[in-house]
């Protein structure tokens, strides 16, 4: 039966290409026999054309000429034009209306002593047949007509279709034979196909039915054995498959394998590769290189080309730019080689990780770091300018004690202590930078901390900016630190400038609130602003949309601390290309802040009666000051430069002792640990601590659990000698039992 079936398409198949065969056998007679009677009637009309206008032509009657031309294109449907040329190839007349195409003169040359020449021609009205005939031998000139191929191309497709139609005829006849034979011979092999099918399909509960002990019901029955077990084995395989894509899947680095035949062709590439480079996985070679800096793509190709050729492991760094955001991403690249059982190296397995969050983290704490030393390099400056200035402002005074008020002198020195007093701010602020320095709240008139900061950020910003003040009338006090007021403006006074790299215009402005209950300070820029998103972000530590070395990420940061610590809040308002404005309000205190007076200094009050005190600093000239002072003021004196020099004082002196006046940082050993040792050994002694430092050396607590005062640096005389005064006072009034001063 089934050699039948291939009979029977072996005989359709015969028909159909023999009818093919014969059909273009036939139009290929029917064609040359067609063309070669079109050529013959053409030659015919061509040559009695010529043979009535010879006459005409030599009598040079053009119209006549003209006039016959157009009788032949009239009488004959075929013939489409007709023209003369005459010996020298001048056309002497034709047939077309609109102009001569001149392109014809060209088309079908009668070479000398020919009785004709045919030429096909294509014109915008179809091919055609150019007849060329001889007028008296070509003397008088040449005669052309035009024969459209119509009628060939009519006789060709009407045999054509012909022939067709009876090829399609025994075609269609062998066709029902072949479908009568198929629904009877194929019909097993059908539903063998139908079940393949399915199975290709994913469907696994596949059964043939076996009707036959011939070959069909053989085959079927294996068929059916065939797809139980490969039931079985897709069932082992499709567990194996979702296992290891939830492995990969749960790994957030993309996971590949790759040939190790030096090509760089991938053999796996989890779907990670598209998250992590915003590439689609893609298993040419190129893929490991498409996505890297150019900068490091060559360092990269050279590494693994070479680690491949050594068959060894690799690790390398590089950085990738993602194909959609641009954004750039840091990414180890970690290989290792694969071997067979037989130790042959076969492909290289690796992972790609992502460690640009692990790069950031790294940066930061680097960066953490230095502002850390700076930090400290700043409060350790800031100690010893502390001490300079304590020795400067003392002494200045005791000379104002001397000098009468209101002589020119005495105002001299009042200009410098208001220097002075200018340079204890500076060496506050440095103290708050190292984080050496506690908040001092008081009323602040923002007005005049404004005004009188941004006398020094000219110089900030540089000359291709304008900066401007816009104050309030109205009192502008607040519970707030100077120093840190003014840290903020120079932060945003920074960010205006950085939003603006050509220069432009930044806008300082103090207001109050329409309720009256909030001071307004407004740092305006119109620069290039921000999205939505960036603000979003734009007070998150280390967040910076400046290059890469360029910023720190901690300006706004810190302004938004600061903020927060002083009880007010911050406002952003920004439109990219149209600038940005940070507002910041803080609460409104009904009262101006009250500027102290520069007093007399209490110079010889005698305010002590011999008390004797030790004083322990490390610094000669603070050291040598607060000797003087004391001395001058009553009070018996003994010094020490440091911890060991003190002990040896307080063995000597330690029962007449009544006061310990003690820096907290000495040479060697902290003043505090100092302090604890020498009143351990005698009761009833109070103490005195100084330092320059309030933060990272001192715990305030503890020193106020112990009953010890503290005296911040830079300190004046009156200070000093009320201070004493009062701990001298306080301890006479203690009970004997006292574990205190």
């Not at 598209?274 to 498409?290: I, K, M, R």
């Not at 009188?452 to 291709?464: Q, S």
């Not at 305006?524 to 530590?541: A, L, R, T, W, Y």
């Amino acid at each position: 039966m089934r050699l039948i079936t291939k009979l029977l398409i072996l005989t359709v198949g015969s028909v159909m290409l023999l009818g093919m065969l014969m059909t273009g056998m036939i139009e290929s007679l029917i064609a040359e026999h067609v063309s070669q009677e079109l050529d013959e009637w053409g030659t015919d009309v061509a040559v009695n054309l010529a043979d009535t206008t010879d006459v005409p032509l030599l009598t040079e009657n053009t119209m006549k000429t003209h006039h016959l031309l157009e009788t032949a294109t009239d009488t004959f449907s075929d013939v489409r034009y007709a023209f003369v040329t005459g010996p020298d190839g001048a056309v002497l007349a034709d047939t077309f209306a609109g102009g001569f195409p001149h392109d014809l003169l060209s088309v079908n040359n009668l070479p000398p002593g020919s009785a004709s020449s045919q030429k096909s021609i294509e014109t915008e009205d179809g091919t055609m047949r150019d007849i060329a005939v001889p007028i008296q031998d070509g003397r008088v000139g040449v005669l052309h007509v035009g024969i459209g191929e119509e009628t060939l191309y009519r006789e060709i497709t009407g045999m054509r279709n012909q022939m067709i139609l009876v090829v399609l005829l025994i075609s269609a006849l062998g066709a029902l034979a072949i479908i009568y034979a198929g629904n009877i011979f194929t019909r097993p092999l059908k539903s063998l196909s139908s079940a393949a099918q399915r199975i290709g399909n994913g469907e696994l509960d596949v059964h043939v039915p076996v009707n036959s002990g011939d070959e069909i019901g053989s085959l079927s029955k294996t068929f059916n054995d065939m797809a139980s077990e490969l039931k079985d084995k897709v069932g082992v395989i499709e567990k194996a498959r979702k296992e290891y894509e939830t492995l990969v899947g749960n790994i957030p680095d993309v996971v590949y394998s790759m040939s190790a035949d030096g090509s760089g062709q991938p053999l796996f590439i989890s779907p990670k590769w598209s998250e992590l480079t915003g590439y689609d996985v893609d298993y040419n070679p190129q893929v490991w290189f498409t996505p890297l800096h150019p900068d490091d793509r060559e360092a990269a190709r050279t590494r693994i080309r070479q680690a491949i050729a050594e068959g060894k492991e690799y690790s390398i760094e590089f950085r990738v730019i993602h194909g959609k955001t641009g954004d750039l991403r840091y990414v180890i690249n970690h290989g290792i080689p694969t071997h067979d059982s037989e130790g042959k190296l076969i492909c290289f397995d690796g992972i790609f990780s992502d460690v640009t969050e692990r790069r950031l983290v790294e940066k930061q704490l680097l960066q953490s770091q230095k502002m850390e030393s700076i930090g400290q390099l700043a409060g350790g400056v800031a100690h010893d300018l502390n001490n300079f200035m304590m020795a400067i402002q003392g002494y200045t005074e005791l000379a104002m004690g001397k000098i009468p008020r209101g002589s020119d002198e005495y105002n001299d020195l009042v200009e410098a202590r208001k220097s002075m007093d200018r340079a204890t701010e500076l060496t506050r602020q440095l103290l708050l930078f190292g984080r050496r320095t506690e908040v001092e709240l008081r009323p602040t008139d923002i007005n005049s901390v404004v005004s009188e900061f941004t006398a020094m950020l000219p110089r900030l910003v540089g000359e291709n900016y304008n900066l401007v003040c816009e104050l309030s009338d109205r009192p502008m006090v607040a519970n707030c630190d100077p120093g840190l007021v003014e840290q903020v403006i120079m932060n945003l006074v920074i960010n205006a400038r950085d939003a603006m790299p050509d220069g432009g215009q930044i806008l300082l402005k103090t207001s109050v609130t329409s309720q009256g209950d909030y001071v307004c300070l407004s740092v305006e820029d119109n620069g290039c602003g921000m999205k939505e998103s960036i603000i979003q972000h734009v007070f998150d530590p280390f967040f910076t949309t400046k290059p890469v070395g360029q910023g720190t990420g901690l300006g706004l940061s810190l302004v938004y601390s600061i903020v927060e610590q002083l009880d007010g809040r911050v406002e952003v308002d920004s439109t990219p290309d149209h600038g940005s404005r940070f507002s910041i309000y803080f609460p409104l205190m009904n009262l101006p802040e009250k500027k102290q007076a520069v007093k007399k200094p209490s110079i010889n009050s005698e305010a002590g009666h011999g008390e004797k005190i030790l004083v322990i600093e490390d610094e000669q000239a603070v050291r040598s000051l607060v000797e003087k002072v004391l001395s001058n003021n009553g009070y018996s004196v003994i010094s020490a430069a440091s911890a060991s020099e003190a002990r040896k004082v307080f063995g000597k002196e330690k029962d007449a002792i009544r006061l310990i006046m003690s820096d907290i940082v000495l040479p060697d050993l902290n003043g505090v640990e100092l302090v604890e040792e020498l009143t351990a050994a005698r009761d009833g002694i109070a103490v005195l601590l100084c330092s320059g430092y309030t933060a990272d050396h001192i715990n305030r607590q503890e020193m106020d659990a112990r009953g010890y005062r503290f005296l911040q640096k830079p300190y004046d005389i009156d200070t000093l000698l009320k201070e004493i005064e009062a701990i001298l006072v306080s301890a006479v009034e203690l009970p004997d039992d006292h574990p205190g001063i």
